[in-house]
């Protein structure tokens, strides 16, 4: 069965510091990788994701991930933070059933400004 | 295009009674999903509908959930009876087949008291 552990419940950063957010997955065959991001009261909005191909993936809001099989990681990255990222991140896997999707508890980033 | 429509956005009911949430997919998807989020938690699949027929209902409390997908079209997930476990934001999602990106509504958030 396939499964997400986000390392970090909370994370907090400085507006224009580095974002960082990890996720390490379990698949027992070949994964999809996804990151959602969810602000208060609002559904979940596709951030990237990665099926196959190019490992570095590039997402919208400047966001992007980088999906690493030896170390079955796929870490959410951003160069500098801006109050409105402020929101809940959530790392997904899936590919064992079609496209049904397992999530990670998720990583809820603040923006220091 | 218009988005998935979840109703009602906010649901507050006494344990025991029942309550239902309706959901509209994007127009021309034929897969529909309902999860459930509890606070703290990762969304969880409860049921997963190809036109109207059940693909996945395995995490799905058949006790006392049921859902509906009667014209492959609009759906209905409904508790009966509710208990206080059962207070968490229910999403809706859509895609066009079982391969496909996931879009997500706005939720809809149970209160059981």
């Known amino acids: 069965a396939q499964s997400v552990t986000q390392l970090g419940s909370h994370v907090s950063v400085s507006e224009g510091a580095l974002v960082l957010l990890r996720c390490n997955y379990s698949s027992s065959v070949p994964p999809y990788l996804f990151w959602y991001v969810q602000y208060p009261n609002q559904g979940l909005q596709l951030l990237l994701k990665?099926?196959?191909?190019?490992?570095l993936v590039k997402g919208i809001n400047g966001f992007e991930a980088e999906f690493k099989k030896s170390e079955t990681s796929f870490h959410l990255t951003k160069p500098s933070a801006h109050m409105s990222d402020a929101a809940e991140y959530f790392c997904a896997v899936s590919g064992e059933y079609g496209n049904k999707l397992v999530f990670g508890a998720g990583t809820i980033l603040r923006v220091k400004s | 295009e218009a988005g998935v429509a979840q109703s009602p956005r906010y649901k507050i009911i006494e344990k025991r009674q029942s309550v239902a949430f309706w959901c509209n997919p994007i127009s021309g998807h034929a897969t529909l999903y309902w999860y459930q989020q509890i606070l703290g938690q990762g969304p969880k699949l409860l049921i997963q509908f190809q036109n109207n027929g059940v693909v996945d209902d395995s995490q799905l409390p058949k006790d006392r959930f049921s859902a509906e997908r009667l014209k492959g079209v609009d759906s209905t997930l409904k508790i009966q009876p509710a208990k206080l476990e059962d207070s968490a934001v229910y999403l809706c999602?859509?895609?066009?087949?079982?391969?496909?990106?996931?879009?997500f509504g706005p939720g809809t958030r149970l209160t059981v008291l």
């Open positions: 990665y099926t196959t191909g190019a490992t």
């Open positions: 999602a859509s895609s066009l087949d079982n391969y496909n990106e996931q879009f």
